[in-house]
T-cell receptor
């Protein structure tokens, strides 16, 4: 069974630009969660989608948004990038029952210059 | 106060020793607790889950939960250099069901 796939693996952007990250969950998984990981803040929850609906949201500004498609694939968008958005963005999928057993992708390393 | 707190370490133990990793959480209503391991440059992977007070053993790993004290721990017996990683404690919030992670404790096992 293929794991969680995130693309792209690395991204370099400049301040003010926007970026879209993609995540394909494990086949059969209906829940996709997004996390931001930085050395200073650790893993911080961004949002979770289940069956195309946002089920949970973290404490991030509105510049961070996401969506989920009918095939459970998810995208995350960050608009008007700031230097502080530089981080590893991790996507995780689960069956969706209780967020247990999250399976993480390799992440997208975003650098904002 | 952070929702899930861990000592960041690094925690250094000699090979063969017991490594003890600790975590406290603030949501008294939380019922589900997890330990993830993250090797440098890799993604987190689930190694233990625990839902009831007491101990849960899986091979060299033992998770301990004390809901009254809002405390979760992970013991690694006979530590190996391959156990060197960051260990993340995670808790599902009672309201909303979000999985919240602690900062992680870096463990270094010296040969």
């Amino acid at each position: 069974k293929a794991g969680v796939t995130q693309t792209p693996r690395y991204l370099i952007k400049t301040r003010g630009q926007q970026v879209t990250l993609s995540c394909s969950p494990i086949s059969g998984h209906r829940s996709v969660s997004w996390y931001q990981q930085t050395p200073g803040q650790g893993l911080q929850f961004l949002f979770e989608y289940f069956s195309e609906t946002q089920r949970n949201k973290g404490n991030f500004p509105g510049r961070f948004s996401g969506r989920q498609f009918s095939n459970s694939r998810s995208e995350m968008n960050v608009s008007t990038l700031e230097l502080g958005d530089s981080a590893l963005y991790l996507c995780a999928s689960s069956s969706g029952r209780n967020n247990e057993k999250l399976f993480f992708g390799s992440g997208t390393q975003l650098s904002v210059l | 106060q952070k929702e899930v707190e861990q000592n960041s370490g690094p925690l250094s133990v000699p090979e063969g020793a017991i490594a003890s990793l600790n975590c406290t959480y603030s949501d008294r209503g939380s019922q589900s607790f997890f330990w993830y391991r993250q090797y440098s440059g890799k993604s987190p992977e689930l190694i233990m889950s625990i839902y009831s007070n007491g101990d849960k053993e899986d091979g060299r790993f033992t998770a301990q939960l004390n809901k009254a004290s809002q405390y979760v721990s992970l013991l690694i017996r006979d530590s190996q250099p391959s156990d060197s990683a960051t260990y993340l404690c995670a808790v599902i919030r009672s309201q909303g069901g979000k999985l919240i992670f602690g900062q992680g404790t870096e463990l270094s096992v010296k040969p």
